[in-house]
């Protein structure tokens, strides 16, 4: 199915290719489908996702990335198919266990928390806290000190996040793109093992996309793993170790994200919707196209891209 | 026209029992709607649940007061679960409904005849009181000022019922400014989220509508003390003056309910003294005294849309907090 250039890869234990075996995996999934009606929105055999690495989810619109992430997380339950995080099986286990469980996701659309302010935010993150007990909560002494442990955590990752100056203000005042680091701040407090980026570019202004990606490979440097699902390639291309593409529900193509981007299942996959289309006149290209560019002239015709392989 | 009857009568509402009742049913309503986001239309079948509860345990059973009491609180807590197990999966309007249903379920149920002998039916059951008022510390006579001069059992009823409302607004405001405060705060912005940051949303959903319900069920037991218990006393209308009230006050807030239920009396019946008192004497003479009684909730009403039109976060709400569009 796929022709990825690179047969071998340090994080891959055998060939390069969809569904292909890691060294050492955070999550296996296995046979996870998510039927809509008669649409399969989701058809993964078999995917791992590689520890202590930014693994991308990419592929075009409407191609499940978003239905298996909410499936993973436990946001949506599958019709079929198991997976475990860190060994431990996590099919059909709610979504705040695998919150705890250590695997946090942020969201497409920010979740932040509009009438509470920034701190509360971040403090509803935390773990721990015996002062979520509906009884302990009456009592404040019981609570009191780790209380304060987890306001100092949450103010030093606002401190990090640049968003100190406004702890204390409703988090609805924040702009788009603050929420979008608000957001990913509040996932840190709990320590987790795996965090789950929904598209966390959308909607985030460029001059605030250089410090999330510095967010995001800080959190690979403290040792976190990644997963996250982007429509942004120059994101994938410049944070991501890892790259898995689907399409139609199923993984079609992975690797690093140098050559994964000129894989041809990648390329029909991205320009599939455009087959139809009155084709216009375009230069033979020298260098191989990839999706960015393919997604950039979309109107590309079909043969002069197989002319260049 | 009698001005110091009518003020005098308007005055001492912010003290009567009732005015105790709906301010503990307001707190109810404030941590299910105003801290949780629960939309709970249905506080008047937990305050019937308590009134027929208290009632029955003690007429039918003839329990002592405290076992009646704690008869009324387990009463709501199941109520509250039947309510809650099926609903609080789904969307927040799908409570609303199955909860505005409920209350209506609980009105029909104990004024069947069928059941007569057991609620009373549509007349109700009375001379539940008697050990309730056998427990009053204060020897017999006439205490207070002014407006405020009650017998010793209006006092005592009163002593008992704001003591409640008391309490529950400590529990409340404990409750809410701990950790757990701050999960069901978050729950009533996005549940989504809450869930993704690893919180049983369903449970603290369930704690919320039973905490609410109980004191729901409370306000129904203080309700009766001073009259008899009378299904037609807990329709729907129960539950919109308790949310009028509320917002009256501001929803969230810690005075809110207590605040808003002593205005909500006073105006109401001010309005009403000086209405029949205007149609009495004569002044007016377009209306009957009958529709002079009703006249006093169109007032209410028009008083509630100028409310959430000027002010919509009430007396004791943040300005701030309404101005996003959250």
Redesign the interface.
């Known amino acids: 199915m796929s022709d990825t250039a690179v047969a071998s890869h340090p994080l891959v234990d055998g060939a390069v290719g969809p569904g292909c075996k890691k060294v050492d995996p955070i999550v296996v999934a296995d046979g996870v489908t998510r039927q809509f009606g008669g649409l399969k929105a989701v058809d993964v055999e078999h995917v791992e996702i590689p520890r202590g690495q930014i693994t991308a989810l990419i592929g075009p619109n409407g191609a499940g990335k978003t239905t298996f992430f909410n499936l993973l997380?436990g946001?949506d339950k599958p019709n079929t198919g198991s997976w475990s995080f860190e060994g431990r099986s996590l099919a059909r286990v709610?979504?705040?266990?695998v919150?705890?469980a250590g695997m946090?996701?942020?969201?497409q659309l920010t979740?932040?928390?509009?009438?509470?302010t920034v701190l509360?935010?971040m403090?509803?993150?935390a773990?721990k806290?015996g002062?979520?007990?509906?009884f302990?909560?009456?009592v404040?002494p019981l609570?009191a000190k780790r209380?304060d442990e987890i306001t100092k955590r949450a103010e030093d990752l606002l401190t990090r996040f640049k968003l100190d100056a406004k702890k204390d203000d409703?988090a609805?005042?924040l702009s788009g793109g603050q929420r979008k680091l608000l957001?990913m701040a509040?996932?840190l407090?709990?320590e987790p093992t795996l965090v789950m980026l929904d598209e966390p570019m959308a909607g985030v202004n460029p001059a605030l996309t250089q410090s999330l990606l510095g967010h995001i490979r800080g959190l690979k440097e403290e040792g976190m793993s990644v997963l996250f699902v982007e429509h942004d390639m120059h994101m994938v291309r410049h944070i991501s170790d890892w790259v898995i593409v689907m399409a139609e529900g199923r993984i079609v193509a992975e690797g690093p994200p140098e050559t994964v981007m000129t894989d041809q299942a990648v390329i029909d996959a991205y320009l599939g919707a455009h087959h139809d289309e009155d084709l216009g006149e375009m230069e033979v290209e020298l260098d191989l196209p990839t999706v960015e560019e393919a997604e950039a002239a979309a109107e590309k015709k079909h043969e002069q891209q197989e002319g260049n392989h | 026209m009698d001005w110091g009857t009518i003020l005098g009568n308007a005055i001492s509402q912010i003290a009567s029992p009732t005015t105790a009742a709906y301010a503990l049913a307001a707190i109810g309503i404030s941590v299910h709607f105003g801290y949780t986001g629960l939309l709970n239309f249905g506080q008047a079948g937990f305050m019937a649940i308590g009134a027929y509860a208290f009632a029955i345990a003690t007429l039918g059973f003839g329990w002592p007061v405290w076992a009646a009491l704690l008869m009324v609180i387990l009463a709501s807590v199941v109520f509250a679960f039947i309510l809650g197990l099926p609903t609080l999966r789904l969307r927040a309007d799908y409570l609303a409904i199955v909860t505005i249903a409920a209350a209506e379920i609980v009105r029909y149920v104990v004024s069947t005849t069928g059941l007569t002998p057991v609620t009373g039916g549509a007349s109700g059951l009375s001379g539940f009181s008697g050990g309730f008022y056998a427990l009053n510390p204060i020897p017999e006579g006439t205490y207070g000022f002014g407006p405020f001069t009650y017998t010793a059992d209006g006092w005592w009823v009163r002593i008992v019922g704001w003591t409640l409302v008391a309490i529950a607004t400590v529990l409340v405001w404990l409750l809410m400014r701990s950790p757990w405060g701050r999960v069901v705060k978050g729950i009533r912005e996005d549940e989504d989220a809450v869930r993704s940051l690893g919180k049983n949303v369903y449970s603290y959903k369930m704690q919320s509508l039973v905490l609410g319900g109980v004191l729901g069920g409370l306000a129904g037991f203080v309700f009766i003390l001073p009259r008899a218990v009378q299904p037609g006393n807990y329709g729907t209308a129960l539950t919109f003056f308790i949310y009028t009230l509320l917002l009256l006050g501001g929803a969230a807030t810690v005075f809110g309910p207590i605040v808003g239920a002593m205005i909500f009396w006073v105006v109401l019946s001010l309005s009403n003294g000086i209405i029949v008192g205007l149609v009495e004497s004569g002044i007016v003479s377009f209306l009957t005294p009958d529709q002079a009684g009703q006249i006093r909730f169109i007032i209410v009403g028009v008083a509630l849309m100028l409310l959430v039109i000027f002010r919509p976060q009430g007396i004791f709400g943040n300005k701030k907090e309404l101005s996003f569009s959250v």
């Open positions: 997380t946001f709610p979504a705040f266990k919150a705890r946090v996701r942020t969201f979740k932040s928390l509009g009438r509470l509360q935010n403090l509803l993150g773990t806290q002062g979520e007990n509906f302990t909560a009456i404040k609570w209380e409703y609805a005042s957001e509040r996932a407090m709990s």
